[in-house]
Nanobody, 132 residues
């Protein structure tokens, strides 16, 4: 069974930074293949889940406008780990952050970050709080 586990959530000051990690069992997060979309989504209380930043099926980074130039996605092949580096944090960045992987139907293009339904595997989420 595939399992994704996020870690690194916590509290940060507005303008601060935080790194989230996603590790997988039963799945290779860093493999380059048409079905291997991987990335990050988030959800604030009372709001719908939204895309943050992902690698699409061509391994091209797709970033939501709300986090452009502040968040980056990266990976460690040896550790089979995906990272989300967040900087210049704003109170609106608070919420539960989810790692997602695998697109049974390959996804190419900027719209991938908005298409949560295309991702098959999901982690349990990790909480991020931003204080003013």
């Amino acid at each position: 069974q595939v399992q994704l586990v996020e870690s690194g959530g916590g509290s940060a000051q507005a303008g601060g930074s935080l790194r989230l990690s996603c590790t997988a069992s039963g799945y290779r997060l860093t493999e380059h293949s048409p079905n291997n979309c991987v990335g990050w989504f988030r959800q604030a209380p009372g709001k719908e889940r939204e895309g943050v930043i992902v690698y699409d099926s061509g391994r091209t980074t797709r970033v939501a406008d709300r986090v452009k130039d502040r968040f980056t996605i990266s990976q460690d092949n040896a550790q089979n780990t995906l990272y989300l580096d967040m900087s210049a944090l704003k109170p609106e960045d608070a919420g539960t952050y989810y790692c997602a992987a695998n697109c049974p139907t390959p996804q190419y293009g900027w719209w991938t970050v908005k298409n949560a339904a295309a991702f098959r595997y999901w982690g349990q989420g990790t909480q991020v709080t931003v204080s003013s």
